[in-house]
């Protein structure tokens, strides 16, 4: 980081703009697999407590887990098991298909924390107060010019530098969408009375208010009204809080001391191609939508770990460049699901006249059909997204893999640590040599007989019933190089 002392750094592969989850997620596989990368941040070095993401969903834990930085969130964290959506319409947490059967709160800070520790363990170059005023390509590599500094070259630059992005301005990428809510107001308030809740959130008549504990003694509340449309700039008070929140939960708990206030407007937008030849984008540098679902930190950190995997194996040469494409058509039909599941869930909340009886039915059918649920759980906590199989794939191939048993005692995401692929065959075979450094071989610890490969972030690569060693070889040498 700006101001350390140690050796000087490789010169970069990849250069990585934003330091928030989704960057250092991004940047810290990347060092993790050997892969020299520098991590340019506008802001000074400090890990900001004004971040507006509270929950880590199943599907992110997942990841954090195969990092071996979950255990540490979920020690800070607070779980909780139901999520109470809107008429009465609850969803149970425990019937996921995972290792990890709630939604934990906690503020995004924390998750940054153990990301920073992890990339600056792994060798990340930190230079804090890094504008990037613009980017240029050539058929090479990419040129990230920085304001006051000198100009950085790598063979791939990405874009995780939120909403406002500059490495999408520098690609000329346009951000269609619209403004969704206006006039939505934060604050961090301490109060009189405790929440008999750990979140609490509720939608009446025209207001609409999220309490959720920050773990210092603070609550950050959200909260909104549909006649209130004024611009941005307008000064909060804690009188417009505690209004709005009286009016939409029934009491303002006893507001006093807020820390801190604002105001912001939620958008919907997403570019149309995460990459621009050598250029990729991220997180929110890719796509907003609203908060509704606690979706947004969660759905960066997963292109994060999308991407990660894909840039170290084309650079260490273990894959072809076309292998990049795949981030395209991977992560954006996700980005856009969650696009519009989000404002699905806010307009849902925020119904009125004509529109409540048919939200009432649809918590109704939600309530009685357990496959519709399973299906909205599964694109909230993100364990219901599966990728695209080639044609004539087996029907395993492209799904998400839950945390396995294996053979010995282990389990499939201690296996996936260090960025590996793994390979869960029927018995115990010497597989994989000469590829050590990429692979971890592993046996179920059940009698199945399915061969899976599994990508380094969680997901099917090819898998094959009653597999041969021949048929085992040619899908490593053609997933692994």
């Known amino acids: 980081m700006n101001g350390t002392t140690g050796p000087t750094p490789a010169a970069p592969r990849v250069i990585v703009v934003g330091s928030g989850p989704t960057g250092l997620l991004l940047a810290g596989d990347l060092a993790t697999a050997g892969v020299p990368v520098t991590l340019l941040e506008k802001r000074p070095h400090k890990i900001s407590n004004l971040s507006r993401a509270f929950v880590l969903h199943a599907r992110a834990l997942e990841q954090l887990d195969a990092r071996g930085l979950a255990d540490d969130l979920e020690a800070v964290g607070r779980p909780v098991t139901r999520l109470n959506l809107f008429d009465g319409l609850t969803l149970d947490l425990g019937t996921l298909p995972s290792r990890f059967h709630h939604v934990l709160v906690l503020p995004q800070y924390e998750v940054e924390k153990v990301l920073e520790r992890r990339a600056v363990e792994a060798g990340v170059d930190f230079r804090h107060d890094s504008e990037v005023t613009g980017v240029t390509q050539d058929a090479d590599g990419v040129t990230v010019h920085v304001k006051g500094a000198e100009s950085l070259r790598a063979a791939y630059a990405v874009g995780a530098d939120g909403m406002r992005s500059a490495v999408r301005e520098a690609a000329g990428l346009p951000f269609p969408g619209r403004s969704a809510i206006k006039s939505v107001v934060l604050a961090d ?80 937008r997403q570019v149309p191609s995460y990459r621009a030849g050598r250029l990729f984008l991220a997180g929110d540098a890719a796509h907003v939508h609203t908060p509704a679902g606690g979706q947004g930190m969660n759905t960066g950190l997963q292109d994060a770990a999308n991407l990660s995997w894909k840039l170290a ?71 219901g997204y599966r990728y695209p199989a080639p044609r004539g794939a087996h029907r395993l191939t492209g799904a998400r893999v839950p945390d396995l048993a294996l053979g010995g005692g282990g389990r499939l995401y201690e296996a996936l640590r260090g960025g590996r692929f793994v390979l869960v065959t029927p018995g115990s075979h010497d597989l994989g040599a000469g590829r050590a450094d990429r692979l971890a071989v592993a046996h179920w610890a059940s009698g199945r007989r399915t061969t899976l490969l599994v990508r380094p972030d969680g997901y099917v690569a090819w898998a094959a019933e009653n597999a041969r060693h021949a048929d085992i070889d040619r899908a490593l040498a053609a997933h692994l190089g």
Not at 212 to 237: K, Q, S, T
Request: glycine fraction near 8%.
């Open 189 to 268: 308030v301490l109060l009189a009375e405790q929440p008999e809740t750990l979140i609490t959130a509720a939608a009446v008549g025209d207001a609409f208010a999220f309490l959720v504990p920050f773990g210092d003694g603070y609550h950050r509340v959200i909260c909104w009204h549909r006649g209130r449309d004024v611009p941005d700039h307008e000064p909060v008070d804690l009188a417009e809080v505690k209004e709005i929140t009286r009016e939409a939960l029934g009491r303002d708990y006893g507001m006093h001391d807020a820390r801190w206030m604002s105001r912001f407007h939620s958008d919907e």
């Open 313 to 383: 194996a084309v650079l260490h040469g273990h894959a072809s460049p076309d292998l990049l494409d795949t981030y395209q058509s991977e992560r954006h039909p996700v980005g856009r699901t969650v696009l519009r599941s989000s404002g699905a869930i806010v307009r849902l909340a925020m119904a009125k006249g004509w529109q409540l009886p048919v939200r009432a039915a649809l918590a109704t059918v939600l309530g009685r059909l357990a496959p519709a649920r399973r299906r909205v759980l599964g694109q909230i906590t993100g364990v």
